[in-house]
């Protein structure tokens, strides 16, 4: 009677197990199993599940999807200030100042210029006659940003500066930019020189082009800088304002 008694139990424990086993380890053909215990894990949204008793193998985070390469962006030209009629970069623009007097501009524009380019008073004897208007062709050094750190000179950038002055106002034109090229080791009386609209226009060496189109603009919008400051109406402060 003892060993009857065993055996059913044995049998029914075998049965049992069965059942469990084979509600874990169903397979759906896909090589993963479907069992899903809510009683362990009552959060059918957490990590790996979508919710539907599906787990899902290549849930995983951030760090462990595949990484994309990124993108290489198409090299993007500097836009110079290019005038289509006359076919020439140029820097333009007419400033508002309406208590300045043509003649006090026309003064303050000859002082900047003497100290910054190192003229004299013959420089302005023509202009000098009706003091409405500047025009001539200046140098200045020429430096090229090779990277963050370095710079290097390229020689002079050249250029004709014409600075016309009215009542209230006064107009700035720069143009006929030209890169004056150094001497080479042998030494030659006139460098060779270029425009500056060749190296916007040239298909090759285009980024060694685009550095000496940069140097070239961020100089010469220094200079524009340089001559609005130095032509502003100086400020009078009235000793009995107070």
Same mark, same amino acid.
């Given at each position: 009677?003892?060993?009857?008694?065993?055996?059913?139990?044995?049998?029914?424990?075998?049965?049992?197990?069965?059942?469990?086993?084979?509600?874990?380890?169903?397979?759906?053909?896909?090589?993963?199993?479907?069992?899903?215990?809510?009683?362990?894990?009552?959060?059918?949204?957490?990590?790996?599940?979508?919710?539907?008793?599906?787990?899902?193998?290549?849930?995983?985070?951030?760090?462990?999807?595949?990484?994309?390469?990124?993108?290489?962006?198409?090299?993007?030209?500097?836009?110079?200030?290019?005038?289509?009629?006359?076919?020439?970069?140029?820097?333009?623009?007419?400033?508002?100042?309406?208590?300045?007097? /043509?003649?006090? &501009?026309? @003064? *303050? !524009?000859?002082?900047?210029? %003497?100290?910054?380019?190192?003229?004299?008073? =013959?420089?302005?004897?023509?202009?000098?006659?009706?003091?409405?208007?500047?025009?001539?062709?200046?140098?200045?050094?020429?430096?090229?940003?090779?990277?963050?750190?370095?710079?290097?000179?390229?020689?002079?950038?050249?250029?004709?500066?014409?600075?016309?002055?009215?009542?209230?106002?006064?107009?700035?034109?720069?143009?006929?930019?030209?890169?004056?090229?150094?001497?080479?080791?042998?030494?030659?009386?006139?460098?060779?020189?270029?425009?500056?609209?060749?190296?916007?226009?040239?298909?090759?060496?285009?980024? /060694?082009?685009? &550095?000496? @189109? *940069? !140097?070239?603009?961020?100089? %010469?919008?220094?200079?524009?800088?340089?001559? =609005?400051?130095?032509?502003?109406?100086?400020?009078?402060?009235?000793?009995?304002?107070?």
């Amino acid at each position: 009677m003892k060993n009857t008694v065993f055996a059913l139990s044995a049998l029914f424990l075998l049965i049992i197990g069965s059942s469990k086993a084979s509600a874990q380890y169903e397979d759906d053909g896909t090589g993963y199993d479907n069992y899903y215990d809510y009683e362990q894990n009552p959060d059918s949204t957490q990590d790996g599940y979508d919710g539907y008793d599906q787990y899902d193998p290549y849930y995983g985070s951030e760090e462990d999807q595949p990484k994309k390469k990124p993108e290489k962006k198409p090299y993007v030209r500097i836009t110079m200030p290019y005038d289509t009629i006359t076919e020439m970069i140029t820097y333009t623009g007419i400033i508002e100042q309406e208590d300045s007097y /043509y003649d006090s &501009l026309y @003064l *303050r !524009a000859k002082k900047y210029l %003497i100290s910054k380019f190192d003229l004299n008073d =013959k420089d302005f004897k023509e202009s000098a006659i009706n003091m409405d208007k500047i025009i001539m062709t200046l140098k200045m050094p020429y430096e090229m940003q090779k990277n963050k750190f370095v710079t290097e000179s390229v020689g002079k950038l050249e250029f004709k500066l014409a600075l016309r002055f009215k009542d209230g106002k006064y107009k700035y034109d720069i143009d006929h930019l030209k890169h004056l090229l150094p001497e080479n080791a042998a030494g030659r009386t006139q460098p060779e020189y270029a425009y500056l609209e060749y190296y916007m226009r040239a298909e090759r060496n285009i980024i /060694y082009n685009d &550095l000496l @189109l *940069r !140097a070239a603009d961020k100089e %010469i919008n220094a200079l524009i800088g340089e001559i =609005k400051k130095a032509l502003r109406e100086p400020v009078i402060i009235d000793e009995d304002d107070w």
